[in-house]
């Protein structure tokens, strides 16, 4: 971790003034380089006060996505300890597909504030204004205990946590990967797999995540269902903060996934439970009740005929 890290973890955790000397001795470094941490950390947008004879106190982070705010607010073991961040790029989950195949740890971020090709579910296209938060994080085997096909459903709790813990808004899951709040659309999730082509096994998993979290406008095939999280609240959301609590939950998720706790707080947010759903298939549209999540995160529901079935992925809507 970086000395200006360091020095925004301290200030991060003391509310009053704390002295460059006191900063340098609980980080065993120079007042210089206290002094040089604290430059580096305004330039990147974080408001420090500076009084004489008190020190220095931290008034706000920076409101552009940084990798030290970030890596500051964030205690991981894994995910996030490689972190990029890029003022625009074409789709996080396809670079860092990229990155995976030449050998990129598990674990690593890549996170942005705009898409220029942002991917979403069916090979459609995700909506990806400027000023929201786009990410995409590498899971590597050890990442996740039991089986990859829950990651999606894993995450969408551990992100429907964060964005809750950030933002003070309900959210709830349309299954498998929408997470709503006011029945409107604020993230959306993408998981990708990397095959090892000789033995078909799962040797990387992407997984990408995309909120709305600016005030916007959006385009009016999207005013009805989809909103943000800085509409909602009235403010931007602290993207820096959302990211660092994105990572915090997620970690320890896909970590006791196997135990499939999860499943429970997936039902209980879900929004399609105990209603009509419209499920989109392949071959047409047809209305059916949506009676469950089973343990294998499938949607469990009854047709007009009285069967029962699972739907393993696809899309179901709702009437909210
Ligand atoms: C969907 O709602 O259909 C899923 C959308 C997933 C969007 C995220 S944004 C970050 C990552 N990069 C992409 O290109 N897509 C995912």
Redesign the pocket.
């Known amino acids: 971790m970086t000395t200006a890290t360091n020095v925004l973890r301290v200030l991060l955790a003391t509310p009053d003034y704390i002295s460059g000397h006191e900063m340098a001795t609980l980080l065993g470094v120079s007042r210089n380089a206290v002094w040089k941490a604290v430059c580096a950390l305004r330039e990147e947008g974080c408001v420090i006060e500076a009084a004489t004879n008190r020190g220095y106190r931290l008034l706000s982070l920076s409101q552009d996505l940084q990798v030290t705010a970030v890596q500051a607010l964030c205690h991981t073991e894994q995910l996030g300890q490689s972190l990029t961040v890029l003022p625009s790029v ?5 670079l860092l597909r990229e990155w995976a195949a030449t050998g990129a740890v598990g674990g690593a971020v890549v996170a ?1 504030g705009h ?1 220029t ?6 090979g ?1 296209s ?1 909506d ?1 204004a400027e000023g ?1 938060l ?3 994080v590498l899971l590597r085997p050890q990442n996740w205990r039991g089986d990859a096909g829950l990651i999606t459903s894993c995450a969408a709790v551990a992100v429907a946590r964060a964005i809750e813990r950030v933002c003070a808004v309900d959210v709830q899951i349309k299954w498998v ?2 997470l709503l709040v006011g029945g409107k ?1 604020v ?4 998981t990708e797999a990397g095959l090892d082509m000789e033995t078909g096994e799962l040797t990387y998993a ?1 997984l ?4 709305n979290t600016a005030c916007r406008a959006f385009p009016s095939e999207l005013l009805d269902i989809a909103t943000s999280l800085g509409n909602l609240t009235g403010e931007p959301c602290d993207r820096n903060r959302l990211l660092a609590a994105i990572l915090e939950e997620l970690e320890p998720a896909l970590l006791q996934m196997e135990s499939g706790a999860f499943l429970e707080e997936s039902r209980r947010r879900s929004c399609v439970l105990g209603r009509t759903v419209t499920v989109h298939a392949a071959d047409g549209a047809y209305e059916a009740q949506a009676m469950d999540i089973t343990e294998s995160g499938h949607l469990l529901i009854k047709c007009v005929d009285g069967t029962m079935t699972q739907l393993h992925s696809g899309e179901v809507s709702v009437r909210l």
């Open positions: 074409s789709s996080t989950n396809a942005t898409q090709a942002g991917r979403g579910r069916r459609r995700f990806s929201g786009y990410m995409s990967n929408d659309k993230c959306g999730i993408l992407v990408g995540i995309g909120i």
